[in-house]
């Protein structure tokens, strides 16, 4: 399985800020994953549609659409950083 | 000697510098930066503001940053403390506090590790205004700020 996170903003407008999704083909990239999560239309597509900025990890580590994702990974989408 | 905090509750800035201070007798200079929560920003004022943040990915994000700190300049230590959770104005949100044996490398890496966090540690302000809760919008000059570093 491959545990997905979401963040600030992302978190409430999907409502969730967490779960998980079974490792495939269709998760094999945080790029990958943002096609899979779109098909479920709503909130999903109108977050990944790309008209606001989205940022993604992959264990904890700054990464990219492209980034590999295997069995057991944590991949998490959030808003650009505003600490401090 | 770095130390990294991420909490809830509020911090004491005189006890950290001279936990800092007095810990050893080379360090000539300590530089302490501390952010505090504004009761107005962007034309509106703003009551209370909460802090998010990802758990792990934080941590990690700011011992990165303090790690080129550490291999750019000679120092005797950094600390950087954060909070999270629910902050009023006058809040202290974060401090950042760097010891060398010298000034100029205090400053510059002080500077450098806040901005870096402001554009690199996973945290995210929401903050409470008359017209209700917002997310706050990454500022370009946050970017801008950290850029500079890339090229001196």
């Not at chain 1, 490792?23 to 909130?43: C, D, H, N, V």
């Not at chain 2, 950042?96 to 806040?114: K, L, N, P, Q, T």
């Amino acid at each position: 399985m491959i545990r997905i996170l979401y963040f600030a903003r992302l978190r409430e407008q999907l409502g969730t800020g967490a779960e998980e999704l079974p490792a495939s083909p269709e998760s094999a990239t945080p790029g990958a994953i943002i096609g899979q999560l779109k098909q479920r239309g709503g909130p999903w597509a109108e977050v990944f549609a790309g008209d606001q900025p989205v940022l993604m990890s992959v264990n904890q580590e700054v990464a990219d659409l492209d980034t590999p994702v295997t069995d057991g990974d944590e991949v998490a989408f959030f808003p650009p950083v505003t600490g401090g | 000697m770095d130390q990294i905090t991420i909490q809830t509750t509020p911090f004491d800035i005189a006890a950290i510098q001279e936990e800092m201070r007095a810990g050893d007798p080379a360090i000539g200079a300590l530089v302490t930066f501390v952010g505090q929560m504004r009761d107005f920003n962007d034309g509106d004022p703003v009551s209370a503001m909460t802090l998010e943040h990802y758990p792990g990915m934080t941590e990690k994000a700011l011992q990165k940053i303090l790690d080129q700190a550490n291999r750019r300049w000679e120092l005797l230590g950094i600390r950087v403390v954060h909070r999270v959770g629910e902050l009023k104005p006058l809040d202290p949100i974060v401090l950042v506090a760097v010891a060398s044996a010298h000034r100029g490398e205090a400053f510059r890496a002080c500077e450098f590790v806040i901005d870096y966090l402001k554009t690199r540690a996973p945290f995210w302000k929401k903050e409470r205004t008359p017209d209700g809760e917002r997310w706050v919008d990454a500022r370009v000059s946050d970017d801008e700020a950290e850029a500079r570093w890339r090229d001196s």
